[in-house]
């Protein structure tokens, strides 16, 4: 059965510092593979989506993650965090009926 | 509207009480799922629609949740005698589905229940 491990819960970093976000999977076939931002009171937004092709992948507000097959993995990274990006972050895998998501990651900015 | 509509936004109700939730998918999407988000955890699939069927309907917790689809179009999530284990977002989320080749999912803003 496919699984979404996000090892950290909570990560802080200082505005302007760079950022990486874990996330591994586990998957039977060539996974679908998405991240999803939750801002405070806000419903879940795709940041970046990863499908085929190329494993480095752009997605919006200056998020990349890239796909590693040999290392089940797809974490995302920003090179400089800016205040409005602390929120949960959602790593998802799966297909149209088997979408499995993280218990997410949290980050704070600090000034 | 242009995104995935959820209503009521907040539902307060107390244990035993039987709660219906609605979802408004995006025009055209073929596919609608619905998740539970419990406090501090990451999204719990329920079950998922292709057009009005469920192929898949594993996540649903108990035979207390039911969820049905009508026109291919709005859903409604049902909890029987409702549980304080219950209290959750219940998130619903659209995609154009398997027949237009997209897993994009689209969310709506949720609906938090409190059983009291």
């Known amino acids: 059965a496919q ?6 819960i909570h990560i802080t970093v200082s505005e302007g510092a760079s950022l990486e ?8 076939a060539t996974p679908y593979l998405f991240w999803y931002v939750q801002s405070p009171g806000q419903g879940l937004q795709l940041l970046l989506k990863y499908f085929s092709g190329d ?14 097959r040999s290392q089940s993995s797809f974490n995302l990274r920003k090179p400089s965090v800016h205040w409005s990006d602390a929120a949960e972050y959602f790593c998802a895998v799966g297909g149209f009926n088997d979408m499995r998501f993280g218990a997410g990651t949290r980050l704070t900015v600090k000034p | ?60 917790p108990s035979d207390r949740f039911s969820a049905e689809r009508t026109g291919g179009s709005v859903s409604t999530l049902t909890i029987q005698r409702t549980q304080q284990e219950d209290s959750a977002v219940y998130l619903c989320a659209s995609s154009l589905g398997r027949d237009r080749g997209s897993h994009e999912q689209f969310f709506g803003p949720g609906t938090r229940l409190t059983v009291l």
């Open chain 1, 3 to 8: 699984s979404v491990t996000q090892p950290d």
């Open chain 1, 21 to 28: 976000l874990r996330c591994n999977y586990s998957y039977g």
């Open chain 1, 55 to 68: 494993t480095l992948v752009q997605g919006i507000k200056g998020f990349e993650a890239e796909f590693k």
């Open chain 2, 1 to 60: 509207g242009a995104g995935v509509s959820q209503s009521p936004s907040n539902k307060v109700t107390e244990k035993g009480k039987d709660v219906e939730l609605r979802c408004d998918p995006i025009s055209g999407h073929t596919a609608l799922y619905w998740y539970r988000q419990s406090l501090g955890q990451g999204l719990e699939f329920l079950i998922y629609f292709q057009g009005n069927s469920a192929p898949d309907k594993s996540g649903l």
